[in-house]
Protein backbone atom coordinates (compact mmCIF):
# COMPACT_ATOMS: atom_id res chain seq x y z
CA UNK A 1 0.00 0.00 0.00
CA UNK A 2 1.36 3.43 -0.29
CA UNK A 3 2.34 4.87 2.38
CA UNK A 4 1.53 8.89 2.69
CA UNK A 5 3.50 12.16 4.01
CA UNK A 6 1.31 12.40 6.55
CA UNK A 7 1.41 8.85 8.01
CA UNK A 8 5.48 9.68 7.81
CA UNK A 9 5.03 12.99 9.70
CA UNK A 10 3.02 11.63 12.57
CA UNK A 11 5.23 8.58 12.88
CA UNK A 12 7.97 11.12 13.52
CA UNK A 13 6.34 13.24 15.53
CA UNK A 14 5.33 9.90 17.87
CA UNK A 15 8.99 8.57 17.82
CA UNK A 16 11.13 11.51 16.85
CA UNK A 17 12.70 8.89 14.38
CA UNK A 18 14.22 9.98 10.67
CA UNK A 19 11.60 10.50 7.90
CA UNK A 20 12.96 7.44 5.74
CA UNK A 21 13.12 4.97 9.30
CA UNK A 22 10.05 6.48 9.43
CA UNK A 23 8.88 5.12 5.86
CA UNK A 24 10.42 1.76 5.73
CA UNK A 25 8.51 0.83 9.34
CA UNK A 26 5.20 2.37 7.49
CA UNK A 27 5.62 0.04 4.35
CA UNK A 28 7.02 -2.90 6.10
CA UNK A 29 3.78 -2.59 8.60
CA UNK A 30 1.50 -1.97 6.01
CA UNK A 31 0.51 1.50 7.01
CA UNK A 32 0.08 0.11 10.62
CA UNK A 33 1.05 2.80 12.79
CA UNK A 34 1.30 0.87 16.29
CA UNK A 35 3.03 -1.98 14.55
CA UNK A 36 5.48 0.57 12.73
CA UNK A 37 6.11 2.29 16.23
CA UNK A 38 7.34 -1.39 17.42
CA UNK A 39 9.41 -2.20 14.88
CA UNK A 40 11.28 0.93 14.92
CA UNK A 41 11.04 0.28 18.52
CA UNK A 42 12.81 -2.73 17.85
CA UNK A 43 15.47 -1.42 15.17
CA UNK A 44 16.36 1.33 17.48
CA UNK A 45 17.33 -1.09 20.46
CA UNK A 46 19.64 -2.72 18.40
CA UNK A 47 21.48 0.85 17.00
CA UNK A 48 21.26 1.31 20.34
CA UNK A 49 23.23 -2.14 21.65
CA UNK A 50 26.22 -0.70 19.23
CA UNK A 51 26.67 2.52 21.07
CA UNK A 52 26.13 0.64 24.55
CA UNK A 53 30.34 0.10 24.56
CA UNK A 54 31.32 3.73 23.70
CA UNK A 55 32.25 5.84 26.88
CA UNK A 56 30.33 7.96 27.99
CA UNK A 57 31.76 10.27 30.88
CA UNK A 58 29.68 13.19 30.68
CA UNK A 59 25.79 13.99 31.51
CA UNK A 60 23.92 15.26 34.80
CA UNK A 61 23.00 14.85 37.90
CA UNK A 62 19.96 15.98 39.12
CA UNK A 63 18.07 16.43 41.97
CA UNK A 64 14.26 15.68 42.62
CA UNK A 65 12.73 16.80 46.08
CA UNK A 66 8.76 15.21 46.55
CA UNK A 67 6.06 15.81 49.52
CA UNK A 68 8.12 19.67 50.38
CA UNK A 69 11.11 17.33 51.54
CA UNK A 70 10.01 14.23 52.59
CA UNK A 71 11.21 12.05 49.61
CA UNK A 72 15.26 13.43 48.56
CA UNK A 73 16.62 11.54 45.39
CA UNK A 74 20.08 12.27 43.46
CA UNK A 75 20.95 10.60 40.43
CA UNK A 76 24.14 10.72 37.92
CA UNK A 77 23.30 9.91 34.38
CA UNK A 78 26.35 10.04 31.79
CA UNK A 79 26.38 10.70 28.31
CA UNK A 80 29.21 11.15 25.55
CA UNK A 81 29.49 15.39 25.00
CA UNK A 82 28.18 18.09 27.29
CA UNK A 83 26.40 19.44 24.08
CA UNK A 84 24.14 16.21 24.35
CA UNK A 85 24.00 16.22 28.48
CA UNK A 86 22.59 20.19 27.82
CA UNK A 87 19.75 19.37 25.57
CA UNK A 88 16.15 19.19 26.55
CA UNK A 89 15.90 15.38 25.62
CA UNK A 90 18.47 14.31 27.86
CA UNK A 91 17.30 16.64 30.86
CA UNK A 92 13.65 14.80 30.23
CA UNK A 93 15.64 11.83 30.33
CA UNK A 94 17.57 12.29 33.92
CA UNK A 95 14.18 13.68 35.59
CA UNK A 96 12.53 11.05 34.15
CA UNK A 97 14.84 8.44 36.16
CA UNK A 98 15.04 10.65 39.26
CA UNK A 99 11.36 10.78 39.71
CA UNK A 100 11.54 6.52 38.91
CA UNK A 101 13.85 6.39 42.00
CA UNK A 102 11.47 8.95 43.82
CA UNK A 103 8.23 6.92 43.29
CA UNK A 104 9.75 3.10 42.85
CA UNK A 105 12.02 2.79 45.46
CA UNK A 106 14.75 0.29 43.42
CA UNK A 107 18.12 -0.60 45.62
CA UNK A 108 20.23 -0.85 42.66
CA UNK A 109 20.89 0.19 38.90
CA UNK A 110 21.22 -3.09 37.32
CA UNK A 111 21.36 -6.88 38.71
CA UNK A 112 25.14 -7.56 38.28
CA UNK A 113 25.25 -5.02 41.23
CA UNK A 114 23.22 -7.35 43.61
CA UNK A 115 25.53 -8.55 46.19
CA UNK A 116 25.90 -12.55 45.93
CA UNK A 117 24.60 -13.07 49.49
CA UNK A 118 21.69 -10.45 49.15
CA UNK A 119 21.20 -13.20 46.42
CA UNK A 120 21.81 -16.40 48.44
CA UNK A 121 19.30 -14.96 51.35
CA UNK A 122 16.63 -14.00 48.86
CA UNK A 123 16.68 -17.75 47.20
CA UNK A 124 16.71 -19.36 50.63
CA UNK A 125 13.59 -17.07 51.73
CA UNK A 126 11.97 -18.56 48.47
CA UNK A 127 13.05 -22.05 48.80
CA UNK A 128 11.44 -22.12 52.45
CA UNK A 129 8.19 -20.60 51.02
CA UNK A 130 7.94 -23.38 48.28
CA UNK A 131 9.24 -26.25 50.58
CA UNK A 132 6.46 -25.15 53.13
CA UNK A 133 3.75 -24.92 50.30
CA UNK A 134 4.66 -29.06 49.54
CA UNK A 135 6.10 -28.47 46.37
CA UNK A 136 8.20 -31.60 44.83
CA UNK A 137 12.44 -30.56 44.91
CA UNK A 138 12.28 -29.46 40.83
CA UNK A 139 9.01 -27.36 41.24
CA UNK A 140 10.70 -25.49 44.53
CA UNK A 141 13.94 -24.66 42.68
CA UNK A 142 11.41 -23.36 39.49
CA UNK A 143 9.51 -21.23 42.05
CA UNK A 144 12.89 -20.07 43.55
CA UNK A 145 14.43 -18.86 40.22
CA UNK A 146 10.74 -17.47 39.13
CA UNK A 147 10.17 -15.02 42.10
CA UNK A 148 14.38 -14.35 42.04
CA UNK A 149 13.36 -12.77 38.71
CA UNK A 150 10.92 -10.92 40.38
CA UNK A 151 12.73 -9.74 42.67
CA UNK A 152 15.17 -8.38 40.07
CA UNK A 153 12.51 -6.91 38.65
CA UNK A 154 11.94 -4.95 41.92
CA UNK A 155 14.75 -4.09 43.20
CA UNK A 156 16.62 -3.07 40.20
CA UNK A 157 15.81 0.24 38.60
CA UNK A 158 16.58 -0.76 34.89
CA UNK A 159 14.49 -3.29 34.94
CA UNK A 160 11.12 -1.63 36.62
CA UNK A 161 8.63 -0.62 34.91
CA UNK A 162 8.94 3.13 33.56
CA UNK A 163 6.44 4.85 36.02
CA UNK A 164 4.83 7.29 32.90
CA UNK A 165 4.48 4.07 30.92
CA UNK A 166 4.38 1.01 32.46
CA UNK A 167 4.72 -0.69 28.75
CA UNK A 168 8.27 -0.52 28.70
CA UNK A 169 10.90 -0.86 31.29
CA UNK A 170 13.47 1.62 32.29
CA UNK A 171 16.86 0.35 30.50
CA UNK A 172 13.99 -0.01 27.31
CA UNK A 173 13.44 4.05 28.16
CA UNK A 174 16.89 4.73 27.90
CA UNK A 175 18.01 2.92 24.84
CA UNK A 176 14.95 4.76 22.57
CA UNK A 177 16.47 7.77 24.15
CA UNK A 178 20.13 6.54 22.88
CA UNK A 179 18.61 5.89 19.59
CA UNK A 180 16.84 9.03 19.47
CA UNK A 181 19.90 11.14 20.84
CA UNK A 182 22.55 9.19 18.92
CA UNK A 183 25.03 8.61 21.72
CA UNK A 184 25.53 6.00 24.78
CA UNK A 185 23.71 6.90 27.28
CA UNK A 186 24.50 4.94 31.27
CA UNK A 187 22.69 5.43 34.30
CA UNK A 188 25.52 5.17 36.67
CA UNK A 189 24.43 5.76 40.78
CA UNK A 190 21.55 7.35 42.27
CA UNK A 191 20.77 7.81 46.10
CA UNK A 192 17.61 8.06 47.55
CA UNK A 193 16.52 9.53 51.09
CA UNK A 194 13.11 9.52 52.74
CA UNK A 195 12.42 11.82 55.93
CA UNK A 196 11.99 9.17 58.69
CA UNK A 197 13.31 6.43 56.61
CA UNK A 198 13.77 3.54 59.47
CA UNK A 199 11.58 4.64 61.55
CA UNK A 200 7.92 3.34 62.65
CA UNK A 201 5.62 5.69 60.73
CA UNK A 202 2.34 6.17 58.30
CA UNK A 203 2.45 4.20 55.35
CA UNK A 204 2.28 6.05 52.67
CA UNK A 205 2.04 5.38 48.89
CA UNK A 206 4.74 7.55 47.04
CA UNK A 207 4.23 6.13 43.46
CA UNK A 208 1.02 7.80 43.41
CA UNK A 209 2.04 10.97 45.14
CA UNK A 210 4.57 11.35 42.58
CA UNK A 211 2.63 10.30 39.23
CA UNK A 212 -0.11 12.97 40.85
CA UNK A 213 2.43 15.45 40.67
CA UNK A 214 3.63 14.76 36.94
CA UNK A 215 0.05 14.73 35.89
CA UNK A 216 -0.42 18.11 37.16
Known amino acids: MAITAAQVKELRDRTGAGMMDCKRALTDA ?72 AAARP ?19 YRAQAEAEGKSAAIVERMVEGRLEKFFKEACLLEQPFIKNPDITVEQLVKE ?19 GEGLEKKEENFAEEVMAQVKR
Open 30 to 101: EGDMDKAIQLLRERGLAAAAKKAGRVATEGLVEAYIHGGGRIGVLVEVNCETDFVANTDEFRGLVKDIAMQV
Open 107 to 125: EYVRRDEVPAEVIEKEKSI
Open 177 to 195: KISKIGENISVRRFARFEL
